[in-house]
Every structure is written in structure tokens, then in C-alpha cells.
């Protein structure tokens, strides 16, 4: 195992992976955070970006996804994100 991490495809994808475009990550040897990575040996600068969304702003984010066509049922297409979209939706707080 080398050092570093590895973003891997998995050979059996499941719904929410395929559509969520998922990737695994097999962390190697070395203790440093992610954010430490790039830039860092084979590593370009923009391969790993970090968004930080403040916990109050999270409502507006939500309802603008949805404006786009970004909801739970599009995130997680199975009966959980289906029925976390129709909760949203109906006006029960997920």
C-alpha cells in the first residue's frame, strides 16, 4: 500500500452511487488531511476541492437545488429519497 489516497470506481455500482457519480477512496499509509494533498507530489492543485456552507445558510441552498431539479429523489433514487422529497415538499421538516 503506498502513502497516498485512491479514488477508485466501484465494479458494482448501486443507483445512488451511479447517480451521485461516487467514488471510493482507499486512504494509504500517510496521516496528512485531505486538504494537505494537493499541489503535494503527483498531485495537481485543484484535484480536491473543500466547500464549507454554514449551517444557517442551509435553507436557501435547498430550495434553490430544487429549482434546478437537484432534490433528494434526483440525490438518493430509492424509496428514502423519494419519501424525504414528497416530506419536503408536503411541509414536514425532514
Same mark, same amino acid.
Given at each position: 500500500?503506498?502513502? #497516498? $489516497? ?9 443507483? +445512488? ?8 477512496? *482507499?486512504?494509504? !499509509? ?11 507530489? $503527483? ?6 476541492? !473543500?466547500? #464549507? *456552507?454554514? !449551517?444557517? %445558510? *442551509? $435553507? /436557501?441552498? +435547498? ?8 432534490? %433528494?429523489?434526483?440525490?438518493? $433514487? /430509492? ?7 414528497? !416530506? +419536503?415538499?408536503? %411541509?414536514?421538516?425532514?
Amino acid at each position: 500500500m503506498g502513502n #497516498e $489516497p485512491l479514488a477508485i470506481y466501484g465494479a458494482h455500482n448501486n443507483p +445512488r452511487i451511479v447517480t451521485q457519480r461516487g467514488v471510493f477512496t *482507499i486512504f494509504g !499509509k500517510s496521516l496528512k488531511q485531505m486538504e494537505g494533498i494537493p499541489g503535494n507530489g $503527483p498531485f495537481p492543485s485543484d484535484v480536491v476541492k !473543500k466547500f #464549507e *456552507i454554514p !449551517k444557517e %445558510a *442551509i $435553507p /436557501d441552498p +435547498r430550495w434553490e437545488l430544487d429549482a434546478i431539479g437537484i432534490t %433528494a429523489a434526483t440525490a438518493f $433514487p /430509492d424509496l428514502d429519497g423519494l419519501a424525504k422529497e414528497l !416530506k +419536503r415538499n408536503l %411541509a414536514y421538516e425532514v
